[in-house]
């Protein structure tokens, strides 16, 4: 019985790394070196991950302290997350309404969807498979949009759209700067998707001086959200 089923999770994963680097071929190559170019006019091309849970009114508070050179804002939520799509277009229309800005909204931000890496609850060993599918879009996403910065704060999402911001680094495409913000509630140790990025984030920020303590590649910057 393993036999088999071993089996088919080798064919499954083989299957989707080939489509993951066919689609990645497909935009390396309609980009060819558009990704190495800085944007323009000092402005900070930054990539926002949401998530439910309120990691999304979390990286809203965020932003909300960023200055007019963050943009555009290109924001990454799961297909099934209607209420954090709904959250980012008041955010952003306020956000319009406050600073009287002549251009549209949609020319200020844009939220993209992608298939959800984890539901909640969801068990660990079939999450991995639902992570990759994830991948297959998050990977061509990150590649095509070539952000100056991710800013995330913890939604299991931001796994494959980081990894892919880590990859165009290593690759020499462009040095993506990745900021990751542990949730308020992390008290005595890192989220799943903390421990992941902390091996390959360019910041970890913490919200307890304790946790920093714990784990101290990260900074420790008061209660920021």
């Known amino acids: 019985m393993a036999a ?3 089996l088919y999770i080798f064919v499954t994963l083989f299957a989707l790394i080939l489509v993951l680097f066919t689609r990645l071929l ?3 190559l309609s980009l060819g070196k558009q990704s190495k170019c800085t944007n323009h006019n000092g402005k900070i091309k930054v990539l926002v991950i949401a ?7 979390e990286v809203i508070r965020l932003l909300s302290g960023l200055s007019d050179s963050y943009a555009p804002r290109i924001y990454v ?3 099934t997350d209607k209420m954090s799509h709904e959250k980012i277009k008041k955010f952003e229309d306020s956000k319009k309404n406050i600073e009287s800005r002549s251009k549209s909204v949609s020319e200020s931000y844009i939220i993209h969807s992608i298939p959800r ?3 909640v609850r969801q068990s660990y060993i079939t999450s991995v498979f639902s992570t990759l599918y994830s991948t297959l ?3 061509p996403l990150v590649f095509k949009v070539a952000p100056d910065l991710i800013l995330c704060n913890g ?3 931001c796994i494959p759209l980081c990894f892919a911001g880590f990859i165009m680094r290593i690759l020499g495409l462009k040095k993506v700067i990745q900021v990751y913000v542990e949730s308020i509630c992390r008290v005595q140790h890192l989220s ?3 421990k992941l990025m902390y091996h390959f984030a360019d910041h970890i920020i913490v919200q307890w001086e304790s946790l920093q303590k714990i784990y101290p590649k990260s900074k420790y910057l008061g209660k920021i959200c």
């Open 4 to 6: 088999p089923y071993l």
């Open 155 to 157: 939604p299991g999402t």
């Open 117 to 119: 890496s984890r539901e």
């Open 77 to 79: 939520v799961a297909d």
């Open 26 to 28: 497909v935009v390396l």
């Open 137 to 139: 879009y998050a990977f």
């Open 51 to 57: 998530g439910s849970g309120g990691h999304t009114s």
């Open 192 to 194: 799943l998707s903390g």
